[in-house]
Nanobody, 118 residues
Framework: QVQLMESGGGLVQAGGSLRLSCAASGSMFTFNGMGWYRQAPGKQRESVATMTSAGSTNYADSVKGRFTISRGSATNVVFLEMNNLKPEDTAVYYC????????????WGQGTQVTVSS
């Protein structure tokens, strides 16, 4: 069974940057698509950035030009580079495997907290 572990969150001032990592472990892992999602207090979880198995990316309008999803040299690691962070980016961030058609695979992990102060 594949497990995902998010890391890299923290407290940062507005305008700052963070790099989140998502590491997959488990037997017979093959790279599907991957997505980063976030959930702010009192709000529904939303998609932030996605990558297909072929490497095509898509971003929420709110993060376009500021966030970048990428795959590490090891196929079991995916990153989310976040620049020019805003207080409204404050949320718990999760990664999750997904099919190229958008179906989510597996279950949610613990996530990593990102807090942006103004």
């Amino acid at each position: 069974q594949v497990q995902l572990m998010e890391s890299g969150g923290g407290l940062v001032q507005a305008g700052g940057s963070l790099r989140l990592s998502c590491a997959a472990s488990g037997s017979m892992f093959t790279f599907n698509g991957m997505g980063w999602y976030r959930q702010a207090p009192g709000k529904q979880r939303e998609s932030v950035a996605t990558m297909t198995s072929a490497g095509s990316t898509n971003y929420a309008d709110s993060v376009k030009g500021r966030f970048t999803i990428s795959r590490g040299s090891a196929t079991n690691v995916v990153f989310l580079e976040m620049n020019n962070l805003k207080p409204e980016d404050t949320a718990v961030y999760y990664c999750r495997r997904r099919t190229d058609s958008g179906l989510l695979i597996g279950s949610w992990g613990q996530g990593t907290q990102v807090t942006v102060s103004s």
